[in-house]
Structure formats: structure tokens, C-alpha cells
């Protein structure tokens, strides 16, 4: 999430025939998105400010909430804003070749005096 306000009042709203979580600080709220054109308007005032993630579960577990409208828009809401840890990949082992130079065989060559030659 990309911000760290805090917010009192939360709950859904419906428009253009889509549900989604709104929050505010104040109760009031209700006018400004009548006006806007939402309609099925829904807002539960908490007991403290707390983060959006924060109040949307809260709002998850509050009676007026348990319709499945308002249950699948919240969890969708809290779904699409948990942040997503990438998997440690663990490193693979692999077999590197290893150039190695090419070995000259060399003879060692004495004369030795009792040979037959």
C-alpha cells in the first residue's frame, strides 16, 4: 500500500453497477458520494483510526457486512492490496566445464649405454 493514513470510517458502495471499499474519516461521507452517484452505500464507523488493510478486515467481521455482495468486495479488496512476497530462489548446481589447456606429451629421451641400439 502506498500510503500510511489512517481512517475511522469504512464500507462499500456501489457504482456505475460495481462494489468497491471506501474509507473516510468522517461519517459525513455518505453525501459526498450520493452526490458522485453511489448508490447502496454502506459505512460503519470504527472505534480508532486504523490502517485501510486494518479496517477493511475489520469490516470483513462487522454484521452489516455478511451479505456475499459485500463480503466478495472486500475480500477482493484485500486480496488485490496484500503485498506479495517474491519466492527466494534458492541457487541451482551446475556443472561448469573447465577449459583446461591441452597437455603436450614430451619425452624424455637419454641415451643410456647399455641399450641394444
Given at each position: 500500500m502506498a500510503t500510511d493514513k489512517l481512517f475511522k470510517v469504512v464500507g462499500i458502495s456501489k457504482?456505475?453497477?460495481?462494489?468497491?471499499?471506501?474509507?473516510?474519516?468522517?461519517?459525513?461521507?455518505?453525501?459526498?458520494?450520493?452526490?458522485?452517484?453511489?448508490?447502496?452505500?454502506?459505512?460503519?464507523?470504527?472505534?480508532?483510526?486504523?490502517?485501510?488493510?486494518?479496517?477493511?478486515?475489520?469490516?470483513?467481521?462487522?454484521?452489516?457486512?455478511?451479505d456475499v455482495v459485500a463480503q466478495a468486495t472486500i475480500v477482493e479488496y484485500v486480496e488485490r492490496n496484500t503485498p506479495r512476497t517474491n519466492p527466494v530462489s534458492t541457487p541451482t548446481a551446475t556443472k561448469k566445464t573447465v577449459a583446461k589447456a591441452p597437455v603436450k606429451a614430451r619425452a624424455k629421451v637419454t641415451e643410456d649405454e647399455d641399450a641394444p641400439f
Open positions: 457504482k456505475d453497477g460495481e462494489y468497491k471499499v471506501r474509507f473516510a474519516n468522517d461519517i459525513m461521507r455518505i453525501k459526498v458520494l450520493t452526490k458522485g452517484g453511489h448508490t447502496d452505500i454502506r459505512l460503519a464507523e470504527l472505534d480508532e483510526p486504523v490502517s485501510k488493510m486494518e479496517a477493511a478486515i475489520a469490516l470483513k467481521a462487522l454484521d452489516e457486512f455478511q
